[in-house]
């Protein structure tokens, strides 16, 4: 750019530094501004599936995981345990789980994709309360003397079997939801991807 006679060179020279650094300053200023609208790692790792290992996990047993900040519980049952769950369908107040919205291997007698393994969100459908497992059968469960095992909730009192079914004429309205789950392998679970229950 030549500079003639009708324009001064010093001041094109400063209106074009200070425009670019204005432009500069201007990026540099909107960069954090505009990150703020992506999703942090944790908001990221909140919602993100859970893999979940069962390979130590004897029959019998439970472990909890997490995954959306809710406790997962992954029920290794017994063939006393599931041959026990055909005994209470007329206990229950939703034996197939057809009231809720559940995913498709979930409607069936042991709602699970593999019967010995449930896998459910451990939260009481009345409140939010989290239930206690109780696996003891009979009178010493202190639930009641015909009691098979399953779940207590101590803060009203509804009871869940096995299956994560509620009893009839409990606070609790609905059975436990059962969270979308895939298994990786015979040892792994993945909780919080559905790949219809394969």
């Known amino acids: 750019m030549s500079c003639d006679d009708k324009v001064d060179c010093g001041r094109r020279r400063l209106l074009v530094a200070t425009a670019t650094v204005g432009g500069v300053a201007g990026v540099a200023t909107a960069i954090p501004f505009v990150s703020t609208f ?6 990221k790792s909140a919602g993100a599936p859970v893999e979940a290992d069962i390979s130590k996990l004897a029959p019998g047993q439970m472990m909890t995981v997490e995954w959306r900040g809710k ?3 992954i029920i290794h049952r017994t063939k006393e345990m599931l041959d026990n769950l055909t005994k209470l369908d007329d206990k ?3 034996p197939k789980s057809n009231r809720l919205m559940q995913p498709g291997y979930a409607k069936n007698e042991y709602r699970s994709i593999k019967p010995e393994y449930l896998v459910a ?13 109780k696996f003891t059968t009979g009178a010493e469960s ?4 015909d009691w098979q095992g399953g779940f207590f909730c101590p ?7 096995l ?6 004429s409990m606070p609790a309205p609905d059975n436990l939801e059962i969270p979308p789950h895939v298994y990786l392998s015979d040892a792994k679970i993945l909780i919080g991807e559905d790949k219809k229950g394969a």
């Open 71 to 73: 406790p997962v519980w």
């Open 142 to 145: 202190g639930v009641t003397a």
């Open 92 to 94: 229950m107040a939703d």
């Open 121 to 133: 969100i451990g939260i009481c459908t009345h409140l939010g309360c989290s239930p206690t497992e």
């Open 38 to 43: 992506a999703p942090s790692e944790r908001a």
């Open 163 to 168: 299956a994560g079914r509620v009893y009839k």
């Open 155 to 161: 803060c009203h009192g509804s009871i869940f079997d």
